[in-house]
């Protein structure tokens, strides 16, 4: 089981608000007029809590889920939909709102699905990256914090379903 032992603090919770709180100042800056943020589940809860408090004016939001096994997993990124949004996304300013980028396989596809919907504009705002993972180019115009390849937890992500709740993100070792 994953509680051998604590994970190591990687980025404080005071951190990660401060650069939250400029993540959402540079979308509103971007969508001045209205905003709808797609957080996919179940990484993105956190990170999308914070970012909409951050946010004044026009926000609504949805959610999605979806799943990818690393052994079905296709080189197209083609992951499953557990959960599809609520409502169409025609002509709204769309914000993906992700945990973290990876190998990319996962966005990649979300940005092509999402984008036959015909938003007025699709944009993704990720908390974390690890470049150095990277199988497909994908376009991120968001970041929070770049990252080491090392496997990460707290606020929001997991291992084995754990972890979610720190408020801060650690490393696993
Ligand atoms: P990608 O398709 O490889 O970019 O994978 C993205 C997904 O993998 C994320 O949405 C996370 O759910 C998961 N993931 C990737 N790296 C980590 C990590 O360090 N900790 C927890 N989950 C991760
Ligand atoms: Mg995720």
Redesign the pocket.
């Known amino acids: 089981m994953p509680d051998a032992r604590p994970p190591e603090i990687l980025l404080s919770e005071h951190q990660i608000q401060k650069r939250v709180a400029e993540l959402a100042a540079e979308i509103r800056r971007d969508c001045p007029d209205d905003v709808h943020l797609v957080a ?1 589940l179940k ?1 993105a809860f956190m990170f999308l809590s914070d970012l909409v408090r951050h946010m004044s004016g026009k926000v609504t939001l949805d959610f999605m889920a979806v799943s ?1 096994y690393a052994k079905a997993r296709t080189s197209s ?1 083609e992951v499953r939909m557990l959960k599809d949004l609520d409502s169409a996304l025609d002509g709204r300013n769309v914000i993906i709102v ?10 990649t596809y979300l940005q092509d699905i999402l984008r036959a919907r015909n938003p007025r504009s699709l944009r993704t705002a990720c908390l974390l990256s ?1 470049p150095s ?1 990277r199988q497909v180019d994908v376009a991120v115009e968001y970041i929070g914090f770049t990252i080491e390849d ?4 707290g606020y929001g ?3 084995a379903e754990q972890y979610r709740n720190l408020p801060h993100i650690a490393v696993i070792t």
Do not use: A, H, N, P
Request: proline content about 0%.
């Open positions: 996919v990484g990818s990124g992700e945990d973290i980028v990876d190998t990319g396989l996962t966005l690890k993972r090392q496997f990460v937890v992500l997991d291992y």
